[in-house]
């Protein structure tokens, strides 16, 4: 066809591809999800039937409800448009903080926390959402300032965004969901590519707080954490000197992952007969070690392992910084909660209160997970869509 060869309408574009059933969700971050929900309710219905007298079936019946809740938020906000949330970053923050405050002021409090405000079907925890509002909003202000990221001044300002509901949240107290926070603010500065003098500061003014929150403070009769806090944070280091007291339960998980042997015991004690407490909840993986052993536990961090290969694929395979910056610190909350919640159940970290994600019996924690991952699904579509327009192809 010569330069000035008219195009007729059928020359104009290509015909449309035909519309597919399938859900163009990243399959294999949607399977390892899936099969962290299955193994959830499987490990729920054995090991709280005897909690509740008369409804065995209660906690597992309310964890089916949260997990199919939050995998239709998954997909639905896995339609929207990540980038949009960028212009909003203010409105998110403020959320943050006001979910965070409303905890605060009209939580229940139970065994000396107060950490949620308690609906009918519901219990809102405001540390838990506050995760992912933290995580776009100050990704939002990390690619705002993506051309000062050598100046001091923009590593303080994402420290302090970061630091300001993490107090708040460890004055609930809640020094778990607190170490999250400045766990992702780390890694966001860490994946933006600040300067390593700003990161190894960082690190070294950690230390030098961890050591005086545990060590000079109480020495000046200055008590920043309550002592249980510290009790809990010190026994790890020896779990037999006060096996009946800040040690129990540790060692009781510990005893309870060591009689799951190779494949489980057919009659779990430990977890059945609520030797390890919250056994549904910060302890979830003993009852898994117990009841279906070695080869349940591997299967369980075989799909952790799937679930944030497939995050740190989505940080690469990003068409943006924002959306590699989300998917950092989505990869950041994943991981750090997995090896510490998993650390504590076999004594090589201190008791946290750290969820296991999509594990743990709740619906903050089981919503604002499956919120992380439909902000995954969102980068993950907009990234192939990209690609389809420049006409490239990315492959699973």
Not at 98 to 107: E, F, M, P, T, W
Not at 202 to 227: C, D, I, M, Q, R
Not at 301 to 313: E, G, M, S
Request: charged fraction near 10%; aromatic fraction near 8%.
């Amino acid at each position: 066809m010569s330069p000035l060869s008219p195009i007729t309408p059928a020359e104009e574009a290509p015909p449309a591809p035909p519309r597919s059933l399938r859900l163009p969700l990243d399959p294999i971050l949607t399977f390892a999800v899936i099969g962290l929900g299955v193994c959830s309710a499987v490990t729920l219905r054995s090991a709280t039937e005897n909690l509740v007298p008369g409804s065995p079936g209660y906690y597992v019946h309310r964890q089916e409800i949260y997990l199919i809740v939050g995998f239709v938020l998954m997909i639905v906000l896995s339609r929207i448009d990540y980038s949009g949330l960028r212009r909003i970053k203010n409105l998110i923050y403020g959320a943050l903080i006001v979910s965070i405050l409303a905890v605060l002021g009209l939580g229940h409090a139970a065994l000396g926390s107060q950490r949620a405000i308690n609906f009918p079907l519901f219990s809102f925890q405001g540390s838990e959402i506050g995760k992912v509002l933290l995580i776009v909003s100050l990704s939002a202000l990390v690619v705002d300032r993506s051309r000062r990221l050598g100046e001091r001044d923009t590593t303080i300002r994402v420290m302090i965004a970061a630091l300001i509901p993490a107090m708040f949240v460890i004055a609930q107290p809640d020094l778990g969901s607190g170490m999250v926070y400045m766990v992702i603010a780390f890694m966001l500065l860490f994946v933006a590519g600040t300067p390593w003098k700003h990161l190894a500061a960082l690190a070294t003014l950690v230390v030098v707080a961890v050591a005086f929150v545990l060590v000079a403070a109480p020495a000046a009769g200055v008590n920043v954490l309550k002592p249980y806090q510290v009790d809990r944070l010190t026994a790890f280091l020896h779990p037999s000197s006060n096996p009946q007291s800040e040690g129990y339960q540790q060692q009781e998980s510990k005893i309870a992952i060591g009689s799951g042997g190779k494949t489980g015991r057919a009659n779990p004690t430990q977890t059945k007969l609520n030797f390890v407490p919250e056994d549904h909840t910060d302890f979830i993986f003993a009852a898994v070690g117990e009841q279906y052993g070695f080869a349940g536990a591997g299967v369980l961090l075989l799909l952790y392992a799937l679930l944030i290969w497939r995050t740190l694929r989505v940080l690469v395979m990003s068409k943006d910084l924002f959306g590699s910056l989300i998917a950092a610190g989505v990869a950041a909350m994943l991981m750090f909660q997995v090896f510490v919640n998993v650390g504590m159940t076999i004594g090589i970290m201190p008791i946290t209160g750290v969820t296991l994600p999509l594990m743990s019996y709740g619906g903050s924690s089981v919503i604002t997970t499956l919120l992380a991952v439909g902000l995954l699904q969102s980068i993950y579509l907009q990234a192939r869509a990209s690609a389809a327009f420049k006409g490239r192809v990315i492959r699973y």
